[in-house]
């Protein structure tokens, strides 16, 4: 609907779902004389139900008298420019330049509904400030208790819409325009991990039935994400050739990409493992090419196996059987425990950093010995006996 000389306001739909309120007025281009229409998203209609709602939003801003400037950029709220954002960057991955797994579109919508938009949504996007950001960051830290790792991602989040919001020329670009790049905020994880020594994975594996053994024989030896061991089927399984096909992932009920372009392509068969996926297609029911290694029989193997289920019913409860955890043990426990395992064993026994970082398939060195590796008690005790030595040395000589 058309107010006499304050623009109009459309609602469009979103291919994500629902609509947003499109609010267009008309201007005088200097250079030629002509009138030109401009449009400028207000919200979505979660954020305004009505279009009297819509219309509140537009007086309140004063967007009527502001837009008849031609310098005029507008002044959309976060939520505007976050529904913009959700519509382009989150929605069909099938046609994005630059896909995201579905797993972090959820975690991204996550984060947007649950955390920014109830804060700063009906804020206009040029009125958010960074120090008003760490406070925010400092509060959601101390009455809901996020870890400084979550509070990083939520940060970022809400960066990559601003950023999005300059790009497509939904605010003015400029210093400040991205608020977020001023805001501080701790990185620094408090989480201790958790790392299995050989012997103690080996003891876990005796105490699981056999599709589950050979799941937790894969991760912790050949560093497979559990999403990826879930994707495989046992076409993947090139016995002849020695190798695994990394293809696809399964987690949070659907089929996803590789998480990164070293992740995609094979990974080594080693005889003994080989045996192992023999003995389990020779035991399953699915065992075509098609079907998946660690399919669901609840499911009749439409579908594979889910990670958190298998930890939860079958992994958790072996670790506490053999005394790695206790009953009542907060630390995080899973499949992603033995990948960092794995990296903390090899490098701990001296093989070629870059060789750990392919049997990982990190794009980077550093993240297999920043992130992935943990020095144990034993190896820590004898760097300190190396410094000792050498700083006794002359004493010694003489």
Same mark, same amino acid.
């Given at each position: 609907?058309?107010?006499?000389?304050?623009?109009?306001?459309?609602?469009?739909?979103?291919?994500?779902?629902?609509?947003?309120?499109?609010?267009?007025?008309?201007?005088?281009?200097?250079?030629?004389?002509?009138?030109?229409?401009?449009?400028?998203?207000?919200?979505?209609? /979660?954020?305004?139900?009505?279009?009297?709602?819509?219309?509140?939003?537009?007086?309140?801003?004063?967007?009527? /008298?502001?837009?008849?400037? +031609?310098? %005029?950029?507008?002044?959309?709220?976060?939520?505007?420019?976050?529904? #913009? %954002?959700?519509?382009?960057?989150?929605?069909?991955?099938?046609?994005?330049?630059?896909?995201?797994?579905?797993?972090?579109?959820?975690?991204?919508?996550?984060?947007?509904?649950?955390?920014?938009?109830?804060?700063?949504?009906?804020? $206009?996007?040029?009125?958010? =400030?960074?120090?008003?950001?760490?406070? !925010?960051?400092?509060?959601?830290?101390?009455?809901?208790?996020?870890?400084?790792?979550?509070?990083?991602?939520?940060?970022?989040?809400?960066?990559?819409?601003?950023?999005?919001?300059?790009?497509?020329?939904?605010?003015?670009?400029? *210093?400040?325009?991205? $608020?977020?790049?001023?805001?501080?905020?701790?990185?620094?994880?408090?989480? *201790?991990?958790?790392?299995?020594? $050989?012997?103690?994975?080996?003891? +876990?594996?005796?105490?699981?039935?056999?599709?589950?053994?050979?799941?937790?024989?894969?991760?912790?030896?050949?560093?497979?994400?559990?999403? /990826?061991?879930?994707?495989?089927? !046992?076409?993947?399984?090139?016995?002849?050739?020695?190798?695994?096909?990394?293809?696809?992932?399964?987690?949070?009920?659907? +089929?996803?990409?590789?998480?990164? =372009?070293?992740?995609?392509?094979?990974?080594?068969?080693?005889?003994?493992?080989?045996? #192992?996926?023999?003995?389990?297609?020779?035991?399953?029911?699915?065992?075509?090419?098609?079907?998946?290694?660690?399919?669901?029989?609840?499911?009749?193997?439409?579908?594979?196996?889910?990670?958190? +289920?298998?930890?939860?019913?079958?992994?958790?409860?072996?670790?506490?059987?053999?005394?790695?955890?206790?009953?009542?043990? $907060?630390?995080?426990?899973?499949?992603?425990?033995?990948? #960092?395992?794995?990296?903390?064993?090899?490098?701990?026994?001296?093989?070629?950093? =870059?060789?750990?970082?392919?049997?990982?398939?990190?794009?980077?060195?550093?993240?297999?010995?920043?992130?992935?590796?943990?020095?144990?008690?034993?190896?820590?005790?004898?760097?300190?006996?190396?410094?000792?030595?050498?700083?006794?040395?002359?004493?010694?000589?003489?």
């Amino acid at each position: 609907m058309a107010r006499y000389g304050m623009g109009s306001l459309r609602k469009e739909p979103l291919k994500r779902g629902g609509h947003s309120w499109i609010y267009r007025w008309y201007v005088t281009r200097p250079s030629d004389g002509k009138r030109v229409e401009r449009s400028l998203v207000i919200g979505t209609t /979660e954020d305004y139900p009505t279009e009297r709602s819509a219309w509140a939003e537009v007086m309140t801003t004063s967007l009527p /008298e502001r837009a008849q400037s +031609i310098a %005029f950029k507008g002044n959309m709220t976060v939520a505007g420019i976050a529904a #913009h %954002f959700a519509e382009h960057e989150l929605g069909d991955q099938t046609v994005s330049v630059r896909p995201l797994s579905h797993t972090t579109v959820s975690a991204y919508k996550r984060c947007i509904s649950l955390r920014i938009l109830p804060r700063w949504g009906k804020e $206009p996007a040029t009125s958010v =400030k960074p120090l008003a950001v760490e406070q !925010w960051l400092k509060s959601l830290k101390e009455k809901e208790g996020l870890a400084n790792a979550t509070l990083a991602k939520t940060r970022n989040v809400l960066s990559l819409i601003f950023k999005h919001a300059i790009r497509h020329e939904l605010i003015s670009s400029g *210093e400040g325009s991205n $608020p977020l790049e001023l805001v501080r905020c701790g990185t620094t994880s408090d989480y *201790e991990s958790l790392t299995l020594e $050989p012997a103690q994975a080996f003891d +876990i594996w005796t105490r699981l039935p056999q599709a589950e053994r050979l799941l937790l024989l894969l991760c912790a030896t050949t560093g497979l994400r559990v999403s /990826e061991g879930l994707g495989l089927q !046992w076409g993947d399984i090139d016995i002849h050739r020695a190798c695994i096909h990394i293809r696809r992932t399964w987690t949070a009920g659907k +089929i996803g990409r590789p998480k990164t =372009k070293a992740s995609r392509g094979t990974v080594p068969l080693h005889l003994l493992l080989a045996e #192992h996926f023999a003995a389990w297609r020779a035991e399953t029911p699915y065992a075509s090419d098609q079907a998946w290694v660690f399919a669901s029989f609840r499911l009749k193997g439409r579908q594979p196996r889910t990670a958190s +289920i298998l930890v939860e019913d079958y992994l958790r409860p072996a670790a506490v059987k053999v005394g790695v955890l206790t009953v009542d043990d $907060p630390r995080r426990f899973g499949f992603h425990t033995l990948r #960092h395992s794995l990296a903390t064993f090899l490098v701990g026994a001296n093989v070629d950093p =870059k060789t750990v970082q392919a049997t990982l398939r990190h794009a980077d060195v550093s993240t297999t010995l920043g992130i992935y590796t943990h020095a144990n008690s034993d190896a820590k005790m004898a760097a300190q006996g190396v410094v000792l030595d050498a700083f006794f040395a002359e004493q010694k000589a003489s």
